[in-house]
């Protein structure tokens, strides 16, 4: 509650999507039908050089809310759940400060509606008192499996409706004596893509050919989950189309957010954040998938730098190229609630709310972002970029003069030097974020998915198939 005289502090909406490619916005793919945020990057600031702390959807997700990384975390790679027959309700961020938490501590009222798929979401996370919730991260958008008043059951909606639905009715029950905070967490653009989406939407693809999307060789790296996306390989279109439809249902899902704040005369307090937890391609780098598309795991910007645009009411407007990561959300948030955010030995990152009020960059030649995934990981100042793995291969890019990433420079002589500066910050900056027994360089991590936590000693041991059928196999 605001005290008399003090400045009303500042509400949230994050509206978070699931492997939508920083290319898959509308004022750089001309074929996509985005109005609504169209409208909103017109009159906010958009953040071009945003990073994801990995790049597949659980552990980035759990940065996003904790301020650290995977290695300090301990979410690996995307979480199988109550899908795998030995699953537990496990809580993953279980006595790690989240956003919520610390927010609701100060008085804030705490919402989600949509994906979590950072543990168990039967029940209401920590700090949330408002919960719609997915049952695992995703599936099909009709009859999708969420959970009501803590019971197991499907939606009968189309689910990026129910999700915004559910983000409505909070809006419009809210406590109006209290800030708040509400994560818009759809689906979306995510697999599947055919039969998914609302025909109408469908449609406004049926007379494009998709320009401004590459149609690349498949690289060698993909032939391991080739025949994941072999149909998309062998014809783009539908699956591009559904892809797109189910971004224009985002769309128009997000215009009935903000023509609620509106409505409400919330606008000139909320700070309204639109994001996605990792990228994505569709083709692109001559492969279809996101980090786990590719063996080994991939780090190429499309897959690791994400769309970002943030509207601060008074804050900057246009575009910024400070080189970002989206662990830095946590304390960035915290911040602009006039909250402190609590000591973490292991944070990474740090508030950008300078940036979100006055554009630009820092400006400083030592900022640098990383990113893992498992025996994997990457780091870059913008200029360069670094891959190491601890089985192989290592890779280097200069993006300044190559940002497509197709000319490795790791074995190059004369960048030797270049690439052990860059190998001794990688060390340094992992060995600051890094907490004890939770360290994802050697696990196992495959990218078909982990199972439990890391304290279990079970995290990302195998693949959910090969899990599958060894309980098969116990139970004959």
Not at 389 to 397: I, K, N, V
Not at 406 to 435: Q, W
């Amino acid at each position: 509650m605001t005290r008399p005289g003090e400045t009303p502090r500042l509400n949230f909406v994050v509206v978070l999507t699931d492997d939508q490619g920083r290319w898959a916005m509308p004022h750089r793919m001309p074929e996509l039908v985005m109005p609504n945020l169209q409208e909103f990057l017109n009159e906010s600031l958009e953040l071009d050089q945003m990073y994801c702390a990995s790049p597949v959807c659980s552990p980035s997700r759990a940065s996003m809310l904790t301020g650290r990384m995977p290695s300090a975390h301990g979410v690996h790679d995307w979480l199988i759940g109550g899908r795998h027959p030995d699953a537990y309700p496990d809580r993953y961020l279980e006595g790690q400060p989240t956003t919520p938490e610390v927010l609701e501590r100060s008085g804030y009222q705490c919402a989600l509606s949509g994906k979590w798929h950072v543990g168990d979401s039967q029940r209401p996370a920590p700090g949330f008192e408002f919960w719609y919730a997915h049952r695992y991260g995703g599936g099909p958008y009709y009859g999708a499996p969420i959970w009501r008043d803590g019971e197991p059951t499907d939606e009968p909606r189309y689910f990026t409706e129910a999700v915004v639905d559910n983000a409505l009715n909070f809006l419009s029950s809210r406590d109006p004596q209290r800030p708040f905070y509400l994560q818009v967490n759809f689906t979306a653009p995510h697999d599947p893509w055919i039969d998914n989406h609302p025909p109408e939407l469908v449609e406004l693809y049926t007379d494009t050919d998709f320009p401004s999307v590459p149609r690349e060789q498949p690289h060698p790296w993909v032939e391991p989950r080739r025949a994941d996306f072999a149909a998309a390989f062998a014809d783009p279109h539908p699956h591009l189309a559904g892809y797109c439809a189910s971004l224009t249902a985002v769309d128009l899902a997000f215009g009935r957010i903000r023509a609620k704040l509106e409505e409400q005369s919330l606008a000139e307090n909320t700070v309204v954040l639109y994001l996605s937890d990792n990228g994505f391609s569709c083709g692109h780098h001559g492969i279809w998938g996101k980090g786990n598309g590719t063996r080994p795991l991939n780090f190429w910007d499309n897959s690791v730098r994400v769309p970002c645009v943030a509207h601060l009411p008074g804050g900057a407007r246009g575009v910024s190229n400070a080189l970002l990561s989206n662990v830095s959300l946590h304390r960035t948030i915290c911040e602009l609630a006039r909250v402190e955010a609590p000591e973490d030995e292991w944070r990474a990152g740090s508030s950008f709310a300078r940036i979100l009020r006055e554009g630009g960059h820092d400006g400083q030649e030592s900022v640098l972002v990383t990113s893992e995934y498992g025996g994997a990981r990457m780091l870059t100042d913008g200029r360069m970029k670094l891959v190491e793995r601890l089985d192989g291969p290592c890779e280097l890019y200069e993006l300044s003069s190559d940002p497509d990433e197709n000319v490795n420079l790791f074995d190059v002589r004369s960048h030797r030097t270049e690439r052990e500066r860059l190998s001794r910050l990688l060390a340094a900056r992992f060995e600051a974020e890094t907490r004890p027994g939770v360290s994802g360089w050697e696990r196992p991590v495959t990218g078909f998915g982990q199972i439990h936590p890391v304290a279990r000693g079970l995290a990302g041991t195998r693949s959910y198939a090969q899990d599958r059928e060894a309980s098969r196999e116990q139970r004959r």
